[in-house]
């Protein structure tokens, strides 16, 4: 139980910043916050902070613990929770920001079938492609997709994101299969960002990536009007399962150049490091990861 206090009082200091604020936030004293954590430096035999008369810092190893520390407190709280749903209600308000395409299909109708099983919660829905800043702009959660670059978020992965390059039978008996990546050249590529290029792997080395540099008649920054003009013959797109599944087992697009598909990345929901999350956020993003998690679920049509 002392460990366990520690490490929340490390955890206090280093997201308030301060002793004092910590301590007040725990209803004790500084000089007792101080001690928790001179145990703790003196357990684990590292130093976790550096304390000035002005201010306070994490050192590199008090950077990396506070990642494991904060995971370690949010595991608990929902474990808490999680037995404890009979005696607790979910109740109050969420903001939730998610990619504009991604958060139509599937986080839209999700959050309507939470709300539903949980009356007394509201939600703002925010769908945007741009990043949001959660902390100045008061969102409780962002769904991501792709790596995360924002060291100062807590991440939990909801589900694996894998994308393919994708075309319509029609367009294909026109203008034959592309057999590697290289023979991209000589199609007509609809891309979101043709600059960036399509991310390939090797068939021989997995590990290893390729950036191959598309061009087209038709360039759109909507990826959902990417997937219909591949729907309707114009070119090949490089589109997310997520997006084209159930065209893929309709027949209505068919994948090419799968030996060379990209390593699988993740769809995460994200929020700040310093914010324990409320029951009624933990409880979304928990239902998010389940129904994504439904074998079922990603063959479901439109």
Same mark, same amino acid.
């Given at each position: 139980?002392?460990?366990?206090?520690?490490?929340?009082?490390?955890?206090?200091?280093?997201?308030? $910043?301060?002793?004092? =604020?910590?301590?007040?936030?725990?209803?004790?004293? #500084? &000089?007792?916050? %101080? *001690? @928790?954590?001179?145990?703790?430096?003196?357990?684990?035999?590292?130093?976790?902070?550096?304390?000035?008369?002005?201010?306070?810092?994490?050192?590199?190893?008090?950077?990396?613990?506070?990642?494991?520390?904060?995971?370690?407190?949010?595991?608990?709280?929902?474990?808490?929770?999680?037995?404890?749903? $009979?005696?607790?209600? =979910?109740?109050?308000?969420?903001?939730?920001?998610? #990619? &504009?395409?991604? %958060? *139509? @299909?599937?986080?839209?109708?999700?959050?309507?079938?939470?709300?539903?099983?949980?009356?007394?919660?509201?939600?703002?829905?925010?769908?945007?492609?741009?990043?949001?800043?959660?902390?100045?702009?008061?969102?409780?959660?962002?769904?991501?997709?792709?790596?995360?670059?924002?060291?100062?978020?807590?991440?939990?992965?909801? =589900?694996?994101?894998?994308?393919?390059?994708?075309?319509?039978?029609?367009?294909?008996? @026109?203008?034959?299969?592309?057999?590697?990546?290289?023979?991209?050249?000589?199609?007509?590529?609809?891309?979101?960002?043709?600059?960036?290029?399509?991310?390939?792997?090797?068939?021989?080395?997995?590990?290893?990536?390729?950036?191959?540099?598309?061009?087209?008649?038709?360039?759109?920054?909507?990826?959902?009007?990417?997937?219909?003009?591949?729907?309707?013959?114009?070119?090949?797109?490089?589109?997310?399962?997520?997006?084209?599944?159930?065209?893929?087992?309709?027949?209505?697009?068919?994948?090419?150049?799968?030996?060379?598909?990209?390593?699988?990345?993740?769809?995460?929901?994200?929020?700040?490091?310093?914010?324990?999350?409320?029951?009624?956020?933990?409880?979304?993003?928990?239902?998010?990861?389940?129904?994504?998690?439904?074998?079922?679920?990603?063959?479901?049509?439109?």
């Amino acid at each position: 139980m002392n460990s366990f206090k520690e490490i929340e009082a490390f955890v206090s200091v280093a997201t308030r $910043g301060s002793l004092s =604020a910590a301590a007040r936030a725990d209803g004790v004293t #500084p &000089a007792m916050m %101080g *001690r @928790r954590i001179d145990t703790l430096e003196e357990r684990l035999g590292v130093k976790l902070l550096v304390r000035t008369t002005r201010k306070l810092s994490l050192t590199f190893e008090g950077s990396a613990f506070l990642e494991d520390c904060q995971r370690i407190l949010n595991d608990l709280a929902n474990a808490e929770a999680s037995v404890s749903l $009979g005696g607790v209600k =979910a109740s109050g308000h969420i903001k939730v920001s998610a #990619p &504009a395409g991604f %958060g *139509r @299909r599937h986080v839209a109708p999700l959050v309507r079938d939470f709300l539903i099983t949980h009356p007394d919660v509201s939600c703002s829905l925010d769908l945007s492609d741009r990043v949001v800043d959660l902390v100045n702009e008061g969102v409780d959660c962002a769904i991501r997709i792709g790596e995360l670059a924002d060291s100062t978020l807590v991440s939990v992965r909801l =589900a694996d994101n894998r994308r393919v390059v994708v075309a319509s039978p029609a367009y294909l008996a @026109r203008h034959g299969i592309p057999a590697t990546p290289e023979a991209l050249a000589a199609h007509n590529c609809l891309a979101l960002n043709p600059q960036r290029g399509w991310v390939f792997s090797n068939p021989e080395d997995p590990g290893h990536t390729q950036v191959q540099k598309v061009s087209g008649r038709f360039e759109c920054n909507d990826g959902t009007v990417l997937r219909e003009w591949a729907l309707g013959g114009l070119g090949l797109a490089w589109r997310s399962m997520w997006e084209v599944e159930a065209d893929l087992a309709s027949g209505a697009l068919v994948s090419v150049l799968d030996a060379f598909a990209a390593p699988t990345t993740g769809i995460y929901a994200v929020f700040p490091q310093n914010r324990r999350l409320p029951l009624r956020v933990r409880l979304l993003i928990d239902y998010l990861r389940a129904s994504y998690g439904r074998p079922d679920y990603w063959r479901v049509g439109d």
